[in-house]
């Protein structure tokens, strides 16, 4: 998620200001790649504590003027060191808070405490209803500041700070890393519940640094970024639930523990915003002829599926070619984890997390079933919900588990979104749709860069069959109905070049394509499909069971479903509500008719039921589709009005 990092150093340190700036700034440059929308420091001496922060990137930070400021204090220090000197730094990856209100950046400062925090507290406005009885005020958005006003409060009743921490570990749920610094001690406390803190001390134990992933720590040892009389330091793991003490004068040591996987329940949702009444009732006047389509008489595939055919019998050409779903042996998986798990409970394997329900429930299979440590993997490409976010808190926080966050630059990334969108609204073509997706494609080129940094050779991907989307395909004119290809990269030169020219034909006729997300589109392309994609399917061994899945995830975990939908498919998905709904304004149908029909041809599901589902989870998700409008800032009213003026595949009145 968010990147948390800092450094100490001794009056005794070796360390000059040169070293200990840049030291600070390097950690500042490897950190961002968790977060990107703001950035902050705080640093404690034997007398006050400086803060600065700002909603801008890490690499914008530290060529601000506030930040030179803060640096000239702190070399003041170097020329007559005297105690420690402690820093505490934090790049963000915005999950709640707008960054542009300064209180909802890090550092957070709250009486004594200054805290930097990584990570979710899930079930925060419960905590902020008890603690508003006791009459404290809440200032500000960010979920953090409930940790801090936390500590505090349990301070004052006379707890040491490792008491305070623990106890406040108690009470928050989610995924929780944090370091601490306070106005009226030298020292600084660090805690995680997942394991995300790893710790580095010199060979004279005279300076220290630590950082939310051993990676950055490694980086800080050789090469460019390395720190003087680091040289072959010692890296340390902060174990989940436990936590640590250091002086920030002599980095004398002491470790505490604290709980975690402790039950909370469920935050309550707010409810739903009033629906758009108008557009509901415009649709209403299209609901006949959009149930009048013939639809396939064994699934549920209607007449405006790309490359559909029907039987004497009605049955569709999808139902009479289907392949079942064939699962290697479980016991092969079996024998492969057994292989590969580690004895020490250091990362052995790497899952791809998109806090959707397959990969939540990919996670707590491989932990809690296996008794694999896996490493969580995210990259988080401006469209992960902060739904997503929060069940991501869940599972990692419950089962213990390191969690990296790779964030690309947000802002840049939902530009690049809208640009294509506005260039779709010019022209649209249901063909080019999966261009609004392109930004996610990313996933692949950097999970390969994580595999080769943490020489970890084995990465579960836990995505099922039954959710092939041909027709994306297929609006593009390309019939995928065969498709037995299981990745993107093994499609055979012809078939990628002969998308490039689909592509690029249609590109031609619509030039507001030809804008400033043309590089970042074919960096998606080479991503997805020409770099080597090296990793496992765990539903290719194992029973996909949804009721079983969604039993799991929301009893054991607490797993938040959305507001707006039944369904606990694509919630994670900023963008899924809104080309869902082009694709059933205009073909009559979306991801969950192929979804279920995949389901019915798999013998899971009775055609009626599939039929009774798609109902209602095919209806317009309008808070989503609102959100979505806002985040990629495009006029939510003019979108929808272009969309519902698209001509019908199906007829209409």
Same mark, same amino acid.
């Given at each position: 998620?968010?990147?948390?990092?800092?450094?100490?150093?001794?009056?005794?340190?070796?360390?000059?200001?040169?070293?200990?700036?840049?030291?600070?700034?390097?950690?500042?440059?490897?950190?961002?790649?968790?977060?990107?929308?703001?950035?902050?420091?705080?640093?404690?001496?034997?007398?006050?504590?400086?803060?600065?922060?700002?909603?801008?990137?890490?690499?914008?930070?530290?060529?601000?003027?506030?930040?030179?400021?803060?640096?000239?204090?702190?070399?003041?220090?170097?020329?007559?060191?005297?105690?420690?000197?402690?820093?505490?730094?934090?790049?963000?990856?915005?999950?709640?808070?707008?960054?542009?209100?300064?209180?909802?950046?890090?550092?957070?400062?709250?009486?004594?405490?200054?805290?930097?925090?990584?990570?979710?507290?899930?079930?925060?406005?419960?905590?902020?209803?008890?603690?508003?009885?006791?009459?404290?005020?809440?200032?500000?958005?960010?979920?953090?500041?409930?940790?801090?006003?936390?500590?505090?409060?349990?301070? +004052?009743?006379?707890?040491?700070?490792?008491?305070?921490?623990? +106890?406040?570990?108690?009470?928050?749920?989610?995924?929780?890393?944090?370091?601490?610094?306070?106005?009226?001690?030298?020292?600084?406390?660090?805690?995680?519940?997942?394991?995300?803190?790893?710790?580095?001390?010199?060979?004279?134990?005279?300076?220290?640094?630590?950082?939310?992933?051993?990676?950055?720590?490694?980086?800080?040892?050789?090469?460019?970024?390395?720190?003087?009389?680091?040289?072959?330091?010692?890296?340390?793991?902060?174990?989940?639930?436990?936590?640590?003490?250091?002086?920030?004068?002599?980095?004398?040591?002491?470790?505490?523990?604290?709980?975690?996987?402790?039950?909370?329940?469920?935050?309550?949702?707010?409810?739903?915003?009033?629906?758009?009444?108008?557009?509901?009732?415009?649709?209403?006047?299209?609901?006949?002829? +959009?149930?009048?389509?013939?639809?396939?008489?064994?699934?549920?595939?209607?007449?405006?599926?790309?490359?559909?055919?029907?039987?004497?019998?009605?049955?569709?050409?999808?139902?009479?070619?289907?392949?079942?779903?064939?699962?290697?042996?479980?016991?092969?998986?079996?024998?492969?984890?057994?292989?590969?798990?580690?004895?020490?409970?250091?990362?052995?394997?790497?899952?791809?997390?998109?806090?959707?329900?397959?990969?939540?429930?990919?996670?707590?299979?491989?932990?809690?079933?296996?008794?694999?440590?896996?490493?969580?993997?995210?990259?988080?490409?401006?469209?992960?919900?902060?739904?997503?976010?929060?069940?991501?808190?869940?599972?990692?926080?419950?089962?213990?588990?390191?969690?990296?966050?790779?964030?690309?630059?947000?802002?840049?990334?939902?530009?690049?979104?809208?640009?294509?969108?506005?260039?779709?609204?010019?022209?649209?073509?249901?063909?080019?749709?999966?261009?609004?997706?392109?930004?996610?494609?990313?996933?692949?080129?950097?999970?390969?860069?994580?595999?080769?940094?943490?020489?970890?050779?084995?990465?579960?991907?836990?995505?099922?069959?039954?959710?092939?989307?041909?027709?994306?395909?297929?609006?593009?004119?390309?019939?995928?109905?065969?498709?037995?290809?299981?990745?993107?990269?093994?499609?055979?030169?012809?078939?990628?070049?002969?998308?490039?020219?689909?592509?690029?034909?249609?590109?031609?006729?619509?030039?507001?394509?030809?804008?400033?997300?043309?590089?970042?589109?074919?960096?998606?392309?080479?991503?997805?499909?020409?770099?080597?994609?090296?990793?496992?399917?765990?539903?290719?061994?194992?029973?996909?069971?949804?009721?079983?899945?969604?039993?799991?995830?929301?009893?054991?975990?607490?797993?938040?479903?959305?507001?707006?939908?039944?369904?606990?498919?694509?919630?994670?998905?900023?963008?899924?509500?809104?080309?869902?709904?082009?694709?059933?304004?205009?073909?009559?149908?979306?991801?969950?008719?192929?979804?279920?029909?995949?389901?019915?041809?798999?013998?899971?599901?009775?055609?009626?039921?599939?039929?009774?589902?798609?109902?209602?989870?095919?209806?317009?998700?309008?808070?989503?589709?609102?959100?979505?409008?806002?985040?990629?800032?495009?006029?939510?009213?003019?979108?929808?009005?272009?969309?519902?003026?698209?001509?019908?595949?199906?007829?209409?009145?």
């Amino acid at each position: 998620m968010c990147g948390i990092f800092g450094l100490v150093v001794t009056q005794d340190s070796n360390l000059n200001h040169n070293d200990w700036r840049k030291g600070l700034e390097d950690l500042f440059l490897l950190s961002e790649t968790r977060g990107r929308e703001a950035a902050g420091l705080a640093v404690a001496m034997p007398d006050r504590i400086l803060v600065t922060k700002d909603s801008v990137s890490a690499t914008k930070m530290i060529k601000s003027p506030r930040f030179r400021e803060v640096a000239q204090e702190i070399e003041r220090w170097f020329q007559q060191p005297a105690g420690g000197l402690a820093s505490i730094g934090h790049s963000r990856l915005v999950t709640n808070g707008l960054q542009g209100i300064d209180a909802n950046n890090q550092p957070i400062s709250r009486d004594r405490s200054v805290l930097v925090h990584n990570g979710i507290v899930v079930n925060v406005d419960e905590l902020w209803e008890q603690i508003g009885q006791e009459g404290v005020v809440r200032s500000a958005e960010v979920d953090t500041e409930v940790i801090a006003v936390l500590i505090e409060k349990y301070r +004052r009743e006379n707890a040491s700070p490792q008491k305070a921490i623990a +106890r406040t570990f108690d009470d928050i749920y989610g995924e929780t890393s944090i370091a601490l610094l306070q106005q009226d001690a030298n020292a600084m406390h660090l805690a995680t519940n997942t394991g995300s803190l790893y710790l580095c001390f010199n060979d004279s134990n005279t300076a220290m640094f630590f950082a939310s992933e051993r990676l950055i720590c490694n980086q800080m040892l050789t090469g460019s970024n390395a720190i003087k009389g680091f040289e072959g330091g010692r890296i340390e793991q902060l174990a989940p639930g436990t936590g640590c003490t250091i002086s920030t004068t002599s980095l004398e040591t002491s470790h505490f523990t604290f709980k975690i996987c402790e039950d909370h329940p469920a935050p309550e949702i707010a409810p739903l915003l009033a629906t758009q009444k108008r557009i509901e009732d415009k649709a209403a006047e299209i609901q006949d002829a +959009r149930a009048s389509m013939r639809r396939c008489t064994k699934c549920l595939l209607p007449e405006t599926m790309p490359f559909i055919e029907f039987g004497d019998d009605g049955v569709c050409n999808y139902c009479q070619e289907y392949t079942p779903w064939q699962k290697t042996p479980e016991s092969v998986l079996r024998e492969r984890l057994d292989g590969i798990r580690s004895s020490d409970g250091s990362p052995d394997c790497i899952v791809a997390f998109s806090g959707g329900r397959d990969s939540s429930y990919g996670l707590h299979v491989l932990k809690e079933e296996y008794g694999m440590t896996p490493l969580c993997f995210s990259y988080d490409w401006g469209m992960v919900t902060d739904l997503a976010r929060r069940n991501q808190a869940r599972m990692c926080g419950k089962l213990g588990i390191e969690h990296i966050w790779i964030s690309a630059d947000i802002k840049e990334k939902r530009a690049h979104i809208r640009r294509n969108v506005l260039a779709w609204l010019k022209k649209p073509d249901l063909g080019l749709i999966p261009l609004f997706m392109a930004g996610d494609k990313e996933v692949f080129w950097h999970a390969n860069k994580l595999m080769d940094a943490y020489k970890i050779d084995h990465m579960a991907l836990c995505t099922n069959d039954l959710e092939k989307t041909v027709f994306k395909q297929g609006f593009l004119g390309i019939d995928a109905r065969a498709t037995t290809i299981h990745r993107p990269s093994s499609l055979p030169v012809i078939g990628k070049l002969g998308m490039v020219w689909k592509y690029a034909s249609r590109f031609a006729r619509n030039p507001a394509y030809f804008n400033r997300s043309m590089p970042d589109t074919l960096f998606a392309f080479f991503s997805y499909y020409v770099i080597n994609q090296n990793y496992f399917s765990l539903f290719d061994y194992m029973e996909w069971d949804e009721d079983k899945i969604n039993d799991t995830l929301i009893g054991a975990y607490d797993w938040e479903t959305a507001p707006d939908t039944d369904s606990t498919w694509r919630i994670g998905d900023g963008t899924a509500p809104f080309y869902n709904y082009i694709y059933y304004t205009v073909a009559g149908f979306t991801e969950y008719d192929t979804f279920r029909s995949n389901q019915i041809r798999e013998g899971v599901i009775g055609r009626e039921q599939a039929k009774e589902l798609v109902e209602v989870e095919n209806q317009p998700r309008w808070d989503s589709i609102r959100e979505y409008t806002q985040m990629i800032n495009i006029d939510f009213d003019e979108a929808i009005r272009v969309i519902d003026r698209i001509p019908k595949l199906y007829s209409a009145q």
